[in-house]
């Protein structure tokens, strides 16, 4: 039975080691913070809160060190890496003025049956956009594994053996955030999804955008930018049907019940789910078994608690 777990952030009031005793989960576990990069591996709080051994798995250093060795291999990564930035580009230019459409739509003070069409219309571009975005994604990933053999390539299965050996004794994997692209592509790269396919996962932050099936970046208020969510990536697909929101409370306008409404109806039929301090969210089989202080976004415009399947 495959068991995921999706917590909210750690870092001021973590829950992960109520959780784990929750789930009965003892012994040693291993980590992944590829996406802190040159941090990865300072886990002396996150070992001292789970009150056990953690060992982190090095993602980051080992994808450096397979780099340093196999030059073609990271010429044709960079390659891949400034293909998929030129793609987000041109994806966020369409996406802005889509954006803007919907919200004047949406906004229009006309009858709802008359307004209904059109929302519909301008928020289907949104789709559309979104859905060739994403195939566009898959496509450069499969060219980029057909043609550099990546998964027959000899330094990535050397670190590959050895990730197996230090998971294979582990009771569970702890998948942290950080820079989400950052700790997807390594987690790709060296094949994670398949390695810890039998095992429990607990992932929080830019852990739980990375296992899932799409990664979506959003922030309403941001500093700079138009605050537009975008699809960025494919997810690994370890959760399916859902789409987590971290730290929702402080970057989404949750207030804004037409806001919740187009982005609930846009990420349609995946459910919104909203991850903050003090959020679990436990799935066995991909059916949502276990919730606690998350909210999923309605077609409605308003969040509704969310609750076992």
């Keep these: 039975m495959r068991a995921i777990t999706l917590l909210g952030p750690q870092f001021r009031e973590p829950n992960l080691a109520p959780v784990l005793a929750e789930l009965g989960l003892e012994g040693a576990l291993v980590s992944i913070t590829a996406g802190w990069q040159e941090r990865e591996g300072e886990i002396d709080e996150l070992a001292a809160h789970v009150g056990r051994d953690v060992t982190d798995l090095a993602l980051y250093a080992r994808t450096e060190d397979i780099f340093a060795r196999d030059r073609q291999l990271f010429d044709s990564y960079r390659a891949r890496q400034e293909r998929l930035r030129a793609m987000q580009d041109l994806y966020r230019l369409q996406l802005e003025h889509a954006r803007s459409a919907v919200r004047d739509v949406w906004n229009y003070g006309a009858d709802p049956a008359i307004a209904r069409p059109a929302r519909r219309s301008a928020l289907g571009l949104m789709r559309r956009l979104d859905r060739e975005h994403a195939l566009a994604i898959e496509r450069v990933h499969e060219e980029f594994d057909r043609d550099t053999g ?75 930018g138009a605050g537009i969510a975008e699809l960025f990536e494919q997810g690994l697909g370890l959760v399916t049907g859902v789409l987590p929101f971290p730290h929702a409370q402080t970057r989404l306008h949750l207030h804004d019940s037409a806001h919740v409404s187009i982005l609930a109806r846009r990420f349609a039929p995946a459910h919104c789910l909203t991850l903050d301090h003090g959020s679990a969210l436990s799935f066995a089989d ?24």
């Design 150 to 224: 990546s998964g027959g390539r000899t330094e990535i299965a050397r670190h590959r053996e050895q990730l197996a050996g230090l998971i294979r004794p582990s009771t569970a994997v702890l998948i942290a955030g950080g820079h989400v692209a950052i700790l997807i592509n390594r987690m790709r790269l060296l094949g994670l999804a398949d390695l810890i396919a039998n095992k429990p996962v607990l992932a929080w932050s830019a852990g739980a955008m990375a296992i899932s099936e799409r990664v979506v970046l959003f922030h309403d208020s941001p500093p700079q």
């Design 286 to 309: 991909g059916r949502l078994a276990r919730a606690a202080n998350s909210w999923r976004l309605t077609r409605d415009g308003t969040l509704a608690e969310a609750a076992p399947t």
